[in-house]
């Protein structure tokens, strides 16, 4: 599957799949945007502010259930038999949710809408990771991740039009919210029939004659497109049957072997969760409320609210892998919990006008959208490989809990009582819940920047099968090396050698000088709600090294048989829109950093002047 070329196939593995974070942005933001119109007079539901904030909670309490239920499930029947029911209970919730006549009714739907959502966490992040080759992983992952506030923005135009008493009926624009969300769900589903059961899973669960079906499948397809024999597989691995950890083997990994660790993610996990729930959800009665803002209004406010969210992780993202993890993510936390504080203050002194609170909020969440997905991106680096994905599921799911059930429900019966003080004392209460998680990456936080995952938590499996680090390097050479002449052991061993100092070289490129403080997106862009995601391994790292190893020497090959050619030409002749989005535009800026093509133009290339059998 690694070896693939970029294709059709993939495309509509990240529509249907990736689209899910797309629909949960809308959902979250229309329903934040939505909520002042479900408690006015002839909305057709009798609601209160207090009810939406347990809405909300209720909401989240469901997605927290749903991560560690269905995290457990997809391990065990599979990544497409879940993420196939997972979204069917998202759309039938959603849609009954519209013909909500009672908080009982509304509480009932929104809690399983939640389990929905939840679910679709682990089962869509496994099968995605299965599905996507190794050199695109990275990049397929960010910006599907950072697809959770394009869906917000969309979110609060579509609410736009629903909340126009001109267009619809006060009692039925916001009901038609909800229905949008079912009718998006139904449309990935028919997309999603197409995408195949991982053969990963299937191969690791002894179903070795159907996972080769649909390899055998998508080759035929792949080589169809691209009209080119693939390239043979690698070296074989041998496997072992994999059983489901449960959550106490997990819970007691955590504490036992890492609770240091464990502190620190659950401090992460509970500060973003409870000022992230409890202002996303409340901001619209909030908005209404306190500043006098028409419910069709609102969701301007919520877009503003988004474009900060979105800007934080794009920008200060590469800050995380070059200044590094331990200054990023306390900085981020400690900046945005004193800018909540500041919100308090002012609040508190009747001193904010509608400008300026919108200001100050989409400020704070532009640092707090980082350090909320940095929360994602350190528990998923920190622990073992075994108990990576439901280690997230599990600290997603208590640290939610804790912080993003009370934090709703608390600021929904603080509006309701109509007292700014108690408003000021929710957000004191998130800026605290923040600077904690601050003082904990502080004291606990780990410099995971640029390290192997098998660095910083040694696989469980390794431990107890080899337990000297030496010898499995060892076995794993030996693998590699096995049927090769010793021309091929040769070139290997150099191969490895160029790929190292390339590494080591991008590295130092992307650390130096004030380039290290260049915006854009870096490991740490994930979507606030995200469960159940994982880092990219180190094995994978190591394949998508050699798969740009071998693009750059594609390139430079290419250069000096055509001599001086045109940006698109080079592009036809090595193949690289098989590469994969983006991939031939990073390997021609590398090879032309290293010097092994050089640029005579915007749009010229040729072969370098140096020697290249030097």
Known sequence: MDRLPWSRFHWRIVIGLGAVWILDGLEVTIVGAIASRMTERGSGIDLTAADIGTAAAIYVAGACLGALIFGQLTDRYGRKKLFMITLMIYVIATVLTALAFAPWYLFLFRFLTGMGIGGEYAAINSAIDELIPARNRGQVDLAINGSYWLGSAIGSVVALALLSTALFPMHVGWRLAFGIGGVLGVAIMLVRRNVPESPRWLFIHGREEEAERIVDQIEAEVRQET????????????????DVIPFREIARVAMQRYPRRAILGLALFIGQAFLYNAVTFDLGTILSGFFGVASGAVPYFMAIFALGNFLGPLLLGRLFDTVGRIPMISGTYFVSAGLTALIAVLFMNGSLTTASFMTLVALTFFFASAGASSAYLTVSEVFP???????????????TAIGGITGPALFGQFIHSGNPSLVALGFFIGAAAMALGGVAELAFGVRAEQQSLENIAMPLTAEEAEADPAQQAVLVRAGREAGLSEEGRRQLHERDERIQLRSARRRDWERSGLRRFRPGPGNSFYSPGMAATTGTTSRYAAMADRDRDQEIEDLARAADQQGPVSRDKLEQVVGGRWWGPGRFGAALREAVREGVIKRFSDDKYGPADDNRSS
């Open 227 to 242: 009209g080119k024999e693939l390239a043979p597989p690698g070296a074989s691995i041998t496997i072992r049957q994999r």
């Open 385 to 399: 490989m075994e108990t990576r994905a439901l280690a997230i599921s599990l600290f997603f799911a208590v640290g």
